[in-house]
T-cell receptor, first 114, second 121 residues
Framework: SQQGEEDPQALSIQEGENATMNCSYK?????LQWYRQNSGRGLVHLIL?????REKHSGRLRVTLDTSKKSSSLLITASRAADTASYFC??????????????FGKGTKLTVNP | GAVVSQHPSRVICKSGTSVKIECRSL??????MFWYRQFPKQSLMLMAT?????????EQGVEKDKFLINHASLTLSTLTVTSAHPEDSSFYIC?????????????????FGPGTRLTVL
């Protein structure tokens, strides 16, 4: 089954509100990353948090990681209509042959209404 | 910096034809490139990892004879969908990493292309 599972699957909020998305995973990780994808487009890397970190900030983004619960959260503060996108967490694990690979969660579709 | 392009961005083809998708790292050398597939409203699934100059490593369940991957240079990898069928219709995304992956604590970031929408009629 997929490593990362985000909830909620869809989130609709008003501009200015905060948006919180959660991600759970199953196996040990090296790091966990959050990506953003606008509809029909590629992925944009938002933030990476290493397994020995608990919290990380980048602008309006705040990511937490709880390795004991195998979960992470992404908080977007003071949301804007331009934040409307799908957000994916991804964990770093190993591909066939032993090389690293990213395993993506199902994503949260965020809609920020003006 | 760290720009990855894909071509074409969108392709429509008839069933039975082959389609080639290119992934290029524009401003860095990518020893490793990754190909993902994304169905509508779903997540990205890794199809294969390709290292420059060697054969691609495919994930379990991915047909290597159907999805041919070539990584002939440090800036170009191609994915060819052979004898495409409607069920191959999907969004294909590549990513490129500037360094060969290590099986230790270090991490080489992946930079993603904008994706290619394939529709097979």
């Amino acid at each position: 089954s997929q490593q990362g599972e985000e909830d909620p699957q869809a989130l609709s909020i008003q501009e200015g509100e905060n948006a919180t998305m959660n991600c759970s995973y199953k196996t040990s990780i090296n790091n966990l990353q959050w990506y953003r994808q606008n509809s029909g487009r590629g992925l944009v890397h938002l933030i990476l948090i290493r397994s020995n970190e608990r919290e990380k900030h980048s602008g309006r983004l705040r990511v937490t990681l709880d390795t004991s619960k195998k979960s992470s959260s992404l908080l977007i503060t003071a949301s804007r209509a331009a934040d409307t996108a799908s957000y994916f967490c991804a964990t770093l694990t190993f591909a066939q042959g032993g090389s690293e690979k990213l395993v993506f969660g199902k994503g949260t579709k965020l809609t920020v209404n003006p | 910096g760290a720009v990855v392009s894909q071509h074409p961005s969108r392709v429509i083809c008839k069933s039975g034809t082959s389609v080639k998708i290119e992934c290029r790292s524009l401003d860095f050398q990518a020893t490793t490139m990754f190909w993902y597939r994304q169905f509508p409203k779903q997540s990205l699934m890794l199809m294969a990892t390709s290292n420059e100059g060697s054969k691609a490593t495919y994930e379990q369940g991915v047909e290597k004879d159907k999805f041919l991957i070539n990584h002939a240079s440090l800036t170009l990898s191609t994915l060819t969908v052979t004898s495409a069928h409607p069920e191959d219709s999907s969004f294909y995304i590549c990513s490129a990493s500037p360094g060969r992956p290590f099986i230790i604590a270090s991490y080489n970031e992946q930079f993603f292309g904008p994706g290619t929408r394939l529709t097979v009629l």
